[in-house]
């Protein structure tokens, strides 16, 4: 019963930001983690970031700690990521979870149950 929608996507030059959004139906927004993963032609979905219920807590994949931030505002039932220092390997389909199991950030793919219809980011060289 929950609906995702990424925005923000486009294409970069590499060391350039951009700042990607998902926005959330439902009411019981504050109640989910949220997480961002994303997946490069040919290659398996990978995990980027994900958030707790409150926005206390993230949680961030090696390859993008120090240049991602993730957070939230659950007022607006919208989550965010935004990116900086980009480079031509983060290339790839951005897609925001959400996760009716546990408000606690995980990286654990198999705990989002709903998920957007992603956003290409293209950084060139």
């Known amino acids: 019963q929950v609906q995702l929608v990424e925005s923000g996507g486009g294409l970069v030059q590499a060391g350039d930001s951009l700042r990607l959004s998902c926005a959330a139906s439902g009411r019981t927004f504050n109640r989910y983690a949220m997480g961002w993963f994303r997946q490069a032609p040919g290659k398996e979905r990978e995990f980027v970031a994900a958030i707790n219920w409150s926005g206390s807590s993230t949680y961030y994949a090696d390859s993008v700690k120090g240049r991602f931030t993730c957070s939230r505002d659950n007022a607006k039932n919208t989550v965010y990521l935004q990116m900086n220092i980009l480079k031509p390997e983060d290339t790839a389909v951005y897609y925001c979870?959400?996760?009716?199991?546990?408000?606690?950030?995980?990286?654990?793919?198999?705990?989002?149950?709903?998920w957007g219809q992603g956003t290409q980011v293209t950084v060139s060289s």
């Open positions: 979870a959400a996760s009716e199991t546990t408000g606690w950030a995980t990286y654990r793919s198999n705990l989002y149950h709903y």
